[in-house]
């Protein structure tokens, strides 16, 4: 199927603002460096040094979301299809829906559902 690229908005919050918010909690993983600790400090750090900097997670898109098009069922996606992105693809769809900087011209199903918004359209 066919895609569209959709650039992220502009940020309405730094990520420090958005992992301010309540329920934030430090946490310990078994994978990854180090002793696997991943506090607030060092989070932000990643998002905004290493996720948000050089040219984006999306290969020839750089950080344009690629999304399946044209529209079909609502959503880009109809039923019995789906979508793959990369863990670092999801990581950075989903630091830019923390900071309010959602897709340009398209409200991706994850920002709809941090907004409250309805489950499918805009």
């Known amino acids: ?17 958005a992992l301010e918010a ?10 990854g460096l180090g002793d696997g600790k991943i506090d607030r400090a060092g989070l932000s750090n990643w998002i ?4 948000f900097a050089g040219a984006g997670p999306f290969g020839a898109s750089g950080h344009s979301v690629p ?3 044209p529209e079909s069922e609502g959503d880009q996606v109809g039923s ?16 830019k829906a ?4 959602g897709s340009r011209a398209y409200w991706n199903g994850l920002t709809r ?10």
């Open 67 to 69: 999304v399946p098009w």
């Open 22 to 31: 309540p329920g934030w909690q430090d946490s310990h993983f078994s994978e």
């Open 113 to 122: 559902f941090m907004a409250g918004g309805p489950p499918r359209g805009g």
């Open 80 to 95: 019995g299809h789906w979508v793959a992105y990369t863990r670092r693809q999801v990581c950075y769809i989903t630091a």
């Open 1 to 17: 199927k066919a895609s569209r690229a959709f650039g992220g908005g502009e940020p309405m919050r730094s990520v420090w603002e």
């Open 48 to 51: 905004e040094n290493d996720l």
């Open 98 to 101: 923390l900071v309010g900087a």
